[in-house]
């Protein structure tokens, strides 16, 4: 896992002072976890470059209302018998779930934006830090401390919390953060965070939030 960790910093530049020399390490890295490095590094900062927009995020794209609709049952990408899937494809299902398991952009309090509204700061700060117990430190506080990553994302994992705990009192009331233990926390974004709608009323805001 700490392997892992290093290979995330090394595709944020977040190794070392020169980029040549991460790419090398980082190709020589994750090629031996036979995951294709370039493909991973470009497609993340993709991810970070458009965090909670509706059109360009390229994970954790919530559904509209008007799409859960379509189908019959429960809808929701972390139930692997949801109508969004077929049988052969509900093993893969559960093992996604290992790696959604890390839900820093699904909370009740985090809203998502369509192009009226996205921006850069905006999607970066719809972010929560969460309290994984003995998993942040197996995953060497990628997990705990992921608001900050998201705002700067070539400080490398091992000064994270450092660079939380100097950001917290200047970001006060932004800075999301959900102690809920995490197992309970899972279960309720499961249940709660269904779609994305609008505020009633307030349908041409383009910002939209969880509903379930």
């Known amino acids: 896992m700490g392997a892992w960790v290093v290979g995330h910093d090394l595709g944020h530049h977040a190794f070392s002072e020169y980029e ?3 790419d090398a390490i980082g ?8 995951t294709p490095y370039f493909s991973f590094k470009y497609s993340h900062r993709s991810h970070h470059a458009h965090t909670n927009s509706m059109e360009y995020d390229e994970v954790w794209i919530p559904k509209r209302k008007a799409d859960t609709l379509e189908y019959d049952g429960f809808v929701s990408h972390f139930y692997p018998q949801s109508p969004l899937f077929n049988d052969s494809e509900r093993k893969y299902i559960w093992l ?8 820093h952009h699904t909370h009740p309090s985090l809203p998502h934006f369509d192009s009226r509204e996205w921006d850069w700061i905006r999607g970066a ?3 929560v830090d969460r309290d994984y ?10 997990t705990c401390a992921h ?4 705002l700067i994302s070539n400080i490398p994992h091992y ?8 950001i917290k009192p200047i970001l006060g009331d932004y800075y999301k953060y959900d102690d809920t233990p995490i197992l309970k926390a899972f279960w309720r974004e499961t249940k ?8 009633a009323g307030a349908e041409d805001t383009g910002v939209y939030w969880w509903r379930k």
Request: proline share 2%; glycine share 2%.
């Open 192 to 199: 709660e965070c269904i779609f994305v709608e609008p505020d």
């Open 96 to 103: 996604s779930m290992l790696d959604c398991f890390f839900v």
């Open 20 to 22: 040549w020399l991460d």
């Open 133 to 142: 117990g003995i998993i942040n430190n197996i995953f060497h506080n990628v």
């Open 27 to 34: 190709f020589v890295l994750h090629s031996a976890f036979l």
């Open 159 to 166: 000064h994270l919390i450092e660079a939380t705990n100097a």
């Open 147 to 150: 608001v900050v990553h998201h």
């Open 125 to 127: 700060m719809s972010t």
